[in-house]
């Protein structure tokens, strides 16, 4: 099993930016991807960006594609989503999970373990 906690939430304008971090511990030797996922209110739990814990090969929604940014510190075993140019749509509670499913990391389905949420509020 892998522990999940992540930070870096808040409120910011539209425009703006934000950088959220995810931190593993526990099992991450067996972890294939970790994944950034959001839901909004009344709306199903969508992919935002995930990257391969070992090659670091990225995928992103086109809705955030030039805009978000995933990274890795595999010494830190964390996870960053660095947020640019914000916009109210974007806002969701987050969550980092993590898969050991090889193939395109994008459906929440193959995700077995996740954090528990930190909130993103864009305001217009």
């Known amino acids: 099993q892998v522990q999940l906690v992540e930070s870096g939430g808040g409120l910011v304008q539209a425009g703006g930016s934000l950088r959220l971090s995810c931190a593993a511990s526990g099992r991450t030797f067996s972890v294939y991807a970790l994944g950034w996922f959001r839901q909004a209110p009344g709306k199903e739990r969508e992919f935002v960006a995930a990257?391969?814990?070992?090659?670091?090969?990225?995928y992103y929604a086109d809705s955030v594609k030039g805009r978000f940014t995933i990274s890795r510190d595999n010494a830190k075993n964390t996870v960053y989503l660095q947020m640019n140019s914000l916009k109210p749509e974007d806002t969701a509670v987050y969550y980092c999970?993590?898969?050991?499913?090889?193939?395109?990391?994008?459906?929440?389905?193959?995700?077995?373990?996740w954090g528990q949420g930190t909130q993103v509020t864009v305001s217009s």
């Open positions: 990257i391969t814990w070992s090659g670091g090969r990225t």
């Open positions: 999970a993590t898969t050991i499913r090889w193939g395109t990391p994008s459906a929440p389905a193959d995700f077995g373990s």
